[in-house]
């Protein structure tokens, strides 16, 4: 029983050096008086050296959350709790959300560097006139491949995909709607189908590739192939760039036929308690300087468009992520289709995964 | 006799081997100077200087660790009480008990956490410190009572009813006969509770909020960029530190059970 | 009387808030389809699925595996512990890698069974030849095990430091062999820990989700991942539900087999 009531007090303790600890950490960084923006995004999407200038030049203080999924996100602002200011959504998110009237309309004239943003990367068919968000990094779906095991030849599209000399070395991104994607696109049909029989079509088409399927993965697969796992993988222009830094063998192809094209974007959710900060902050991720510095931490294309004129050449002239105006004209957004749409495509997945063996 | 306990030491030798390869891996990977687990760099401390100048880092950590101490505190103590209760109960209502006891550790911690997310803003508890607390403890109950409730039923009924017999309040009864005999259940639990708490992401995630977070929380969303080898300097630290309060309490629990002993033995002599 | 209704308030009002109020709100759920009408159409669509079918059943049958490697590698570690002189110190350590973050734990499995990883540069030097050990069936069971081995480790381990040496000393003394003395002794004294044991790993095996990708490559998909998948990506809530309630119901199933012959067990 002493033992018990030992632990107990040791525990209690503890407790409260941890709960000291935590006051002393809070108000080191709660100094400037409770003036507090909250930020909700990917985890390691953002230069910490940017909050940090952001909270000097303003004297907010900056509450960075951050999700795992679009997915996971949406569950919770639409559940309210907590008030987010700013939200990095991907497109067919900020679609949903707009759809579920969760977003507040964005007042253009505050948004005073918004003219620095690529007129290609704006008006588009998730957020006509960007009247809700404003695009933060895009990027692409393509097929990366290690040249040790594979000509850079034999992977320019998505049909190649299907040859049997791939058998068990192919890599797939665990997602419903980028491997249909995949599918439609070699038979020829939109991402955004919402034809049964065509679906049913793209399922079949990629039974065939079964055999050459090694593992439907998700980030994982950045570990994968950095360890020459695999051959060939088809996964985002992200993921992909930063599997080459560590990999040298390794290269990312868009193929020419079409693809993929995402956008991560700011918005303000209806909920946010402080705009008048999120307009501050959504202009300050706007300035060159500061979107050309984060672009360089977290990797991804950025859509700005001063910005980009300060990035190292060899970073804004590769083709590998910023692909060549007659690729970037078939790449394809997601729409949001209908839920039921949606439960086909990720039947027809699990059908597809499950019958692989 | 003595073969046998050599061949045992050796099967103990290879389990713990497989137990701690994957952790001694990480910890190689924390010195390396490159920013991927993939092939060592050569040595080198930056993750470490790294993460000391991480003060949200450090942060999160604290959060972690005092969410997971005081929610195992409080969930060994109902769970402990639980199981009394169970114990006393009979046929049908302890059947569905354990298995209402069970539900939580069957649910996938989407469910629970969506679940409970739906349940705290219905109630209006403000998603932050105090709803990850309650959520932390409401799921680890169910694992203190599976590991006190054996030792519960283990304990022999006469050795209470001759406490009761001899005047023991209930109280009494508690604290000197049935607590004691319990305990190593009792801290068993507590254990399997902590590594509940440390372990969990998708509980947290849903019901967390108002810039509160927790290491899982925050190593699971930064995956999407790789996992970070500060995190791997982290967890090496947070290794060693756990290592060293385990090899610290067992010398403190030896030496204070020695001294008890002693003065068990001396009471004995003075009566 | 009245104390023992006060200790037991804590737990109650646990049970009726923590696990009633979820336990009610998925089976609410699982009545309704994506429009949110009532509907029976989850149970009707999941019972004449033959892939939820198929999937419930793999699920089912790698969870009794997992539960069987786990056990065959628990006992032996958990009984030589108890043998040791500062078992209560080893047994913290059996627990403690438990305490370092899964997904690492998984990444640093993926870095160790690579094809240019340690185990088989191990194997090259043995002169075995390397292998592929992702994504296989083995993999994914060794690393399913590898999280569950203190969670079985610990009731067994509770259950034999109960056992009363002056039986075992009895035992012997009446001629049994080792062996005789472990079959007919330990064994059976032991069984409380082992169902207690195959209670906390049968029963989450079946909501798996995380390796199941990142070490099986979704060759193996399990309820779990399934209800994931409902609940995240088509957010199909209804059926998530549903399939949530048929786990609950496999559970209900699993404590029914282990834990009626134990009070059985116990009493005679």
Known sequence: MKKLWGALLGIIALCCLLALGDYLMNRQSNGTGGRTLTVYNWGDYIDPALIKKFERQTGYHVDYETFDSNESMLTKIRQGGTNYDVVVPSEYTVQRMKKEHLLAPLDHRKLTNFHYIDQRFLNKDF?????????????????????????????????QLWNPQFKNNLLLIDSARDVFAMALITQGDSVNTTNYSKLKQAQHHLQALTPNVKAIIADEMKMYMEQDEAAVG?????????????????????????????????????SAKNKQAAYQFINFMLQPENAAKNAEYVGYATPNKAAKKLLPKSVTADQQFYPPESTMKHLQTYKDLPRRVLGEYNDLFLEFKMFRR | MKRKVAWGKVYLGLVFVILYAPILYLMIFSFSSGKTMERYHGFSFQHYADLFADSRMITIVINTVLVAVLASLIATIVGTLGALAIKESRGAWRNSLLSLNNVLMVSPDVII?????????????????????????????????????????ELSPTLVDAAYDLGATRWQALSRVILPAISPGIIAGYFMALTYSLDDFAVTFFVTGNGFSTLSVEIYSRARQGVNLEINALSTLMFLVSLALVIGYYFVSKHAGRRQRVVAVKEGDAQ | MRQKALFIVPYALWIVLFVIAPLALIFYQSFFDLNSHFTLANYQDYLTSATYLKMTLNSVWYAALITVVTLVISYPTAYVLTQLENRQFWLLIVILPTWINLLLKTYAFIGLFSRTGSVNQFLQFMGLGSHQLLFTDASFMFVAAYIEIPFMVLPIFNALIEINPSLLNASKDLGATSWQTFRRIVLPLSMPGVKAGIQAVFIPSLSLFMITRLIGGNRVITLGTAIEEHFLTTQNWGMGSTIGVVLILAMFIVMFITGDSREKGGRH
């Open chain 1, 234 to 270: 088809v996964t985002y222009s992200g993921d992909a760039r930063e599997m080459m830094s560590v990999n040298h063998h390794l290269h990312y192809v868009v193929p020419s036929e079409g693809s993929n094209i995402w956008f991560d974007n700011m918005v303000i959710p209806k």
């Open chain 1, 127 to 159: 957020d006509p006139g960007n009247k809700y968000s404003v695009p933060y990094f895009w990027g692409t779906l393509g097929i990366i491949y290690n040249d040790q095991k594979v000509a850079g030849q034999d992977v320019q599209h998505w049909s």
């Open chain 2, 113 to 153: 956490g969506a679940s409970f997310l739906i349940f705290f803003t219905v109630l209006g508890i403000r998603l932050g410190f105090i709803s990850v607390l309650l959520s932390h403890i409401a799921f680890s109950i169910p694992i203190v009572v599976l590991m006190v409730l054996p030792k519960i039923n």
